[in-house]
């Protein structure tokens, strides 16, 4: 079974930067970025296929980035200008399809990561 890390996260203030890492064990073809904050409802953050279409939430755009190194088998979230409301247990995922081109399916095939925190104070 494909498993994942995360690692990267921490308390920062607001403005701050982070660098999620995510660690997959083995190829997938797709991954992305969740969060979830407490009392709220998992979240889509980002999202990116294998020929590096990228997709971002509204409340990231331009100041969130997605990556990955497919030799390595390992995703990136950079976040920066980051604001209170990120603050978040974050997630990985990845699996055999799609992100963007078949969320729902993804969703229901993808295996996932244990959460790192972020924590971001004003």
């Known amino acids: 079974e494909v498993q994942l890390v995360e690692s990267g996260g921490g308390s920062v203030q607001a403005g701050g930067s982070l660098r999620l890492t995510c660690a997959v064990s083995?190829?997938?073809?797709?991954q992305a970025w969740f969060r979830q904050a407490p009392g709220k409802e998992r979240e889509g953050v980002a999202s990116?296929?294998?020929?590096?279409?990228?997709i971002y939430a509204d409340s990231v755009k331009g100041r969130f980035t997605i990556s990955k190194v497919n030799a390595r088998n390992t995703l990136y979230l950079q976040m920066n200008n980051l604001k209170p409301e990120d603050t978040a247990m974050y997630y990985c995922?990845?699996?055999?399809?799609?992100?963007?081109?078949?969320?729902?399916?993804?969703?229901?095939?993808?295996?996932w990561g244990k959460g790192t925190q972020v924590t971001v104070s004003s």
């Open positions: 995922a990845a699996a055999q399809v799609g992100a963007i081109a078949t969320p729902t399916l993804f969703l229901q095939l993808a295996y």
């Open positions: 990116i296929e294998p020929d590096g279409t990228t």
């Open positions: 083995e190829y997938t073809y797709s």
